[in-house]
């Protein structure tokens, strides 16, 4: 039987529109009151993870940043894998000579270099996910919620991690042109020592210290709790969820989940747009997977 379960956000636990359904809390609602530990593994930085969940009435652990850090379930902090500066510079080197927009998440919250972009980027995403919406409505919607994005801007990159209490926890690139033009990109980043590169978007790629993965995070805290990973039960869609889908005993990909995610795990659910997550946690209970 399941002792904890470990979701993924964007993509699996949140619906087209962002937000979680009223089968998915209830169904995590269950869960935790047949003492299953539930919480979210995500590659959001924990104040763009935090709110949905609370609109839901869901208080749960979190994993963050992919695997960077971890919080309980009063949002203390539990442990934080950060990139040596050193490395995130030439992470941002990179970046920069291949003409890339990007985005660091640090210990001190998300920042970027260009409100515009940050703006047009939660478009992109609004559009992919919520269907029949033009993009011009995508940007208005992200213009009208731009405070729920919670970040911050400033002007240099660099200036920003000379801060002695600044650690970098993740770097995040977007193209319109997807994979074609960031897979030889995330090549030569994987060149660099101690780094690991993932996807949570068909339009970008993540880097983070090569110890700051879903799987690692969720082999550390069910270690922690006791619990054999032959009891955890996994979810997710993207390549960033590989990793823990891989060390549980009952791993699930979403119906909506890349053909390669699809692979690994062992079940598949609905999509989440169709209550996935909610549906797959009460097979697990009934079926006693």
């Not at 636990?13 to 530990?37: F, R, Y």
């Not at 208005?140 to 801007?153: D, E, P, Q, R, V």
């Amino acid at each position: 039987m399941i002792k904890m379960i470990a979701s993924d956000m964007d993509g699996t636990l949140l619906t087209s529109h962002l937000s979680i359904s009223e089968l998915n809390k209830d169904a995590v609602l269950k869960a935790q009151e047949q003492g299953i530990e539930f919480m979210v593994a995500t590659g959001r930085a924990y104040t763009e993870a935090k709110p949905p969940l609370e609109d839901a009435g869901i208080r749960c652990g979190m994993i963050t940043g992919n695997g960077a850090q971890a919080f309980d379930v009063d949002g203390n902090e539990i442990f934080t894998i950060s990139i040596d500066k050193k490395i995130a510079k030439k992470v941002m080197a990179i970046l920069r000579e291949s003409g890339l927009y990007f985005e660091l998440m640090t210990s001190k919250g998300v920042y970027s270099d260009s409100q515009p972009q940050r703006l047009e980027n939660f478009a992109t995403l609004l559009a992919e996910n919520i269907p029949h919406i033009t993009f011009k409505m995508a940007i208005a919607m992200a213009s009208t919620h731009l405070n729920m994005l919670h970040i911050n801007y400033t002007e240099s990159y660099d200036e920003l991690i000379e801060s002695d209490d600044i650690e970098v926890l993740k770097v995040i690139t977007f193209s319109d042109g997807g994979q074609e033009v960031l897979q030889p990109i995330a090549r030569e980043i994987e060149k660099l020592d101690d780094v690991h590169v993932t996807s949570s978007f068909p339009n970008n790629i993540e880097i983070n210290h090569i110890e700051a993965q879903k799987g690692v995070a969720v082999k550390r805290l069910a270690e922690a709790k006791g619990i054999d990973l032959k009891e955890v039960m996994t979810i997710g869609d993207n390549f960033n969820d590989v990793s823990m889908l891989e060390v549980a005993g009952v791993s699930f990909a979403m119906g909506n989940a890349e053909d390669g995610v699809k692979k690994v795990a062992k079940y598949e659910a609905e999509t989440n747009v169709n209550d996935g997550v909610g549906k797959a946690i009460l097979r697990a209970i009934s079926e006693n997977l």
